[in-house]
Nanobody, 117 residues
Framework: QLQLVEFGGGSVQPGGSLRLSCVAS????????MGWYRQAPGKQRELVAA???????NYADFARGRFTISRNNAGNTVYLQMNSLKPEDMAVYSC???????????WGKGALVTVSS
């Protein structure tokens, strides 16, 4: 049973920055990919950024150039650096891990990010 916990949510002014962390309890299979999603009120959950099985990265159009996904060497922590934040970035940001070998997805509870002046 893999458990994920997000840290670093909070309130920031437009143009500001925030760094989210996702810490996994237990090891993550090498046959897994990690990513960040978000869900704003009244909207569907959408991809923000994710690693691929080839260890490349995918970014949503709104995130490319502003957000950066990374991970630690141990592979148990995933980060999302968010710069130049806009009010439309306000959402609950959730970390996920997909074990594509057994087709199981794990989700964190989410971290609230608000952007207001």
């Amino acid at each position: 049973q893999l458990q994920l916990v997000e840290f670093g949510g909070g309130s920031v002014q437009p143009g500001g920055s925030l760094r989210l962390s996702c810490v996994a309890s237990g090891s993550i299979s090498s046959l897994s990919v990690m990513g960040w999603y978000r869900q704003a009120p009244g909207k569907q959950r959408e991809l923000v950024a994710a690693f691929t099985s080839a260890d490349t990265t995918n970014y949503a159009d709104f995130a490319r150039g502003r957000f950066t996904i990374s991970r630690n060497n141990a592979g148990n922590t995933v980060y999302l650096q968010m710069n130049s934040l806009k009010p439309e970035d306000m959402a609950v940001y959730s970390c996920n891990v997909l074990n594509y070998y057994i087709n199981i997805t794990y989700w964190g509870k989410g971290a609230l990010v608000t952007v207001s002046s």
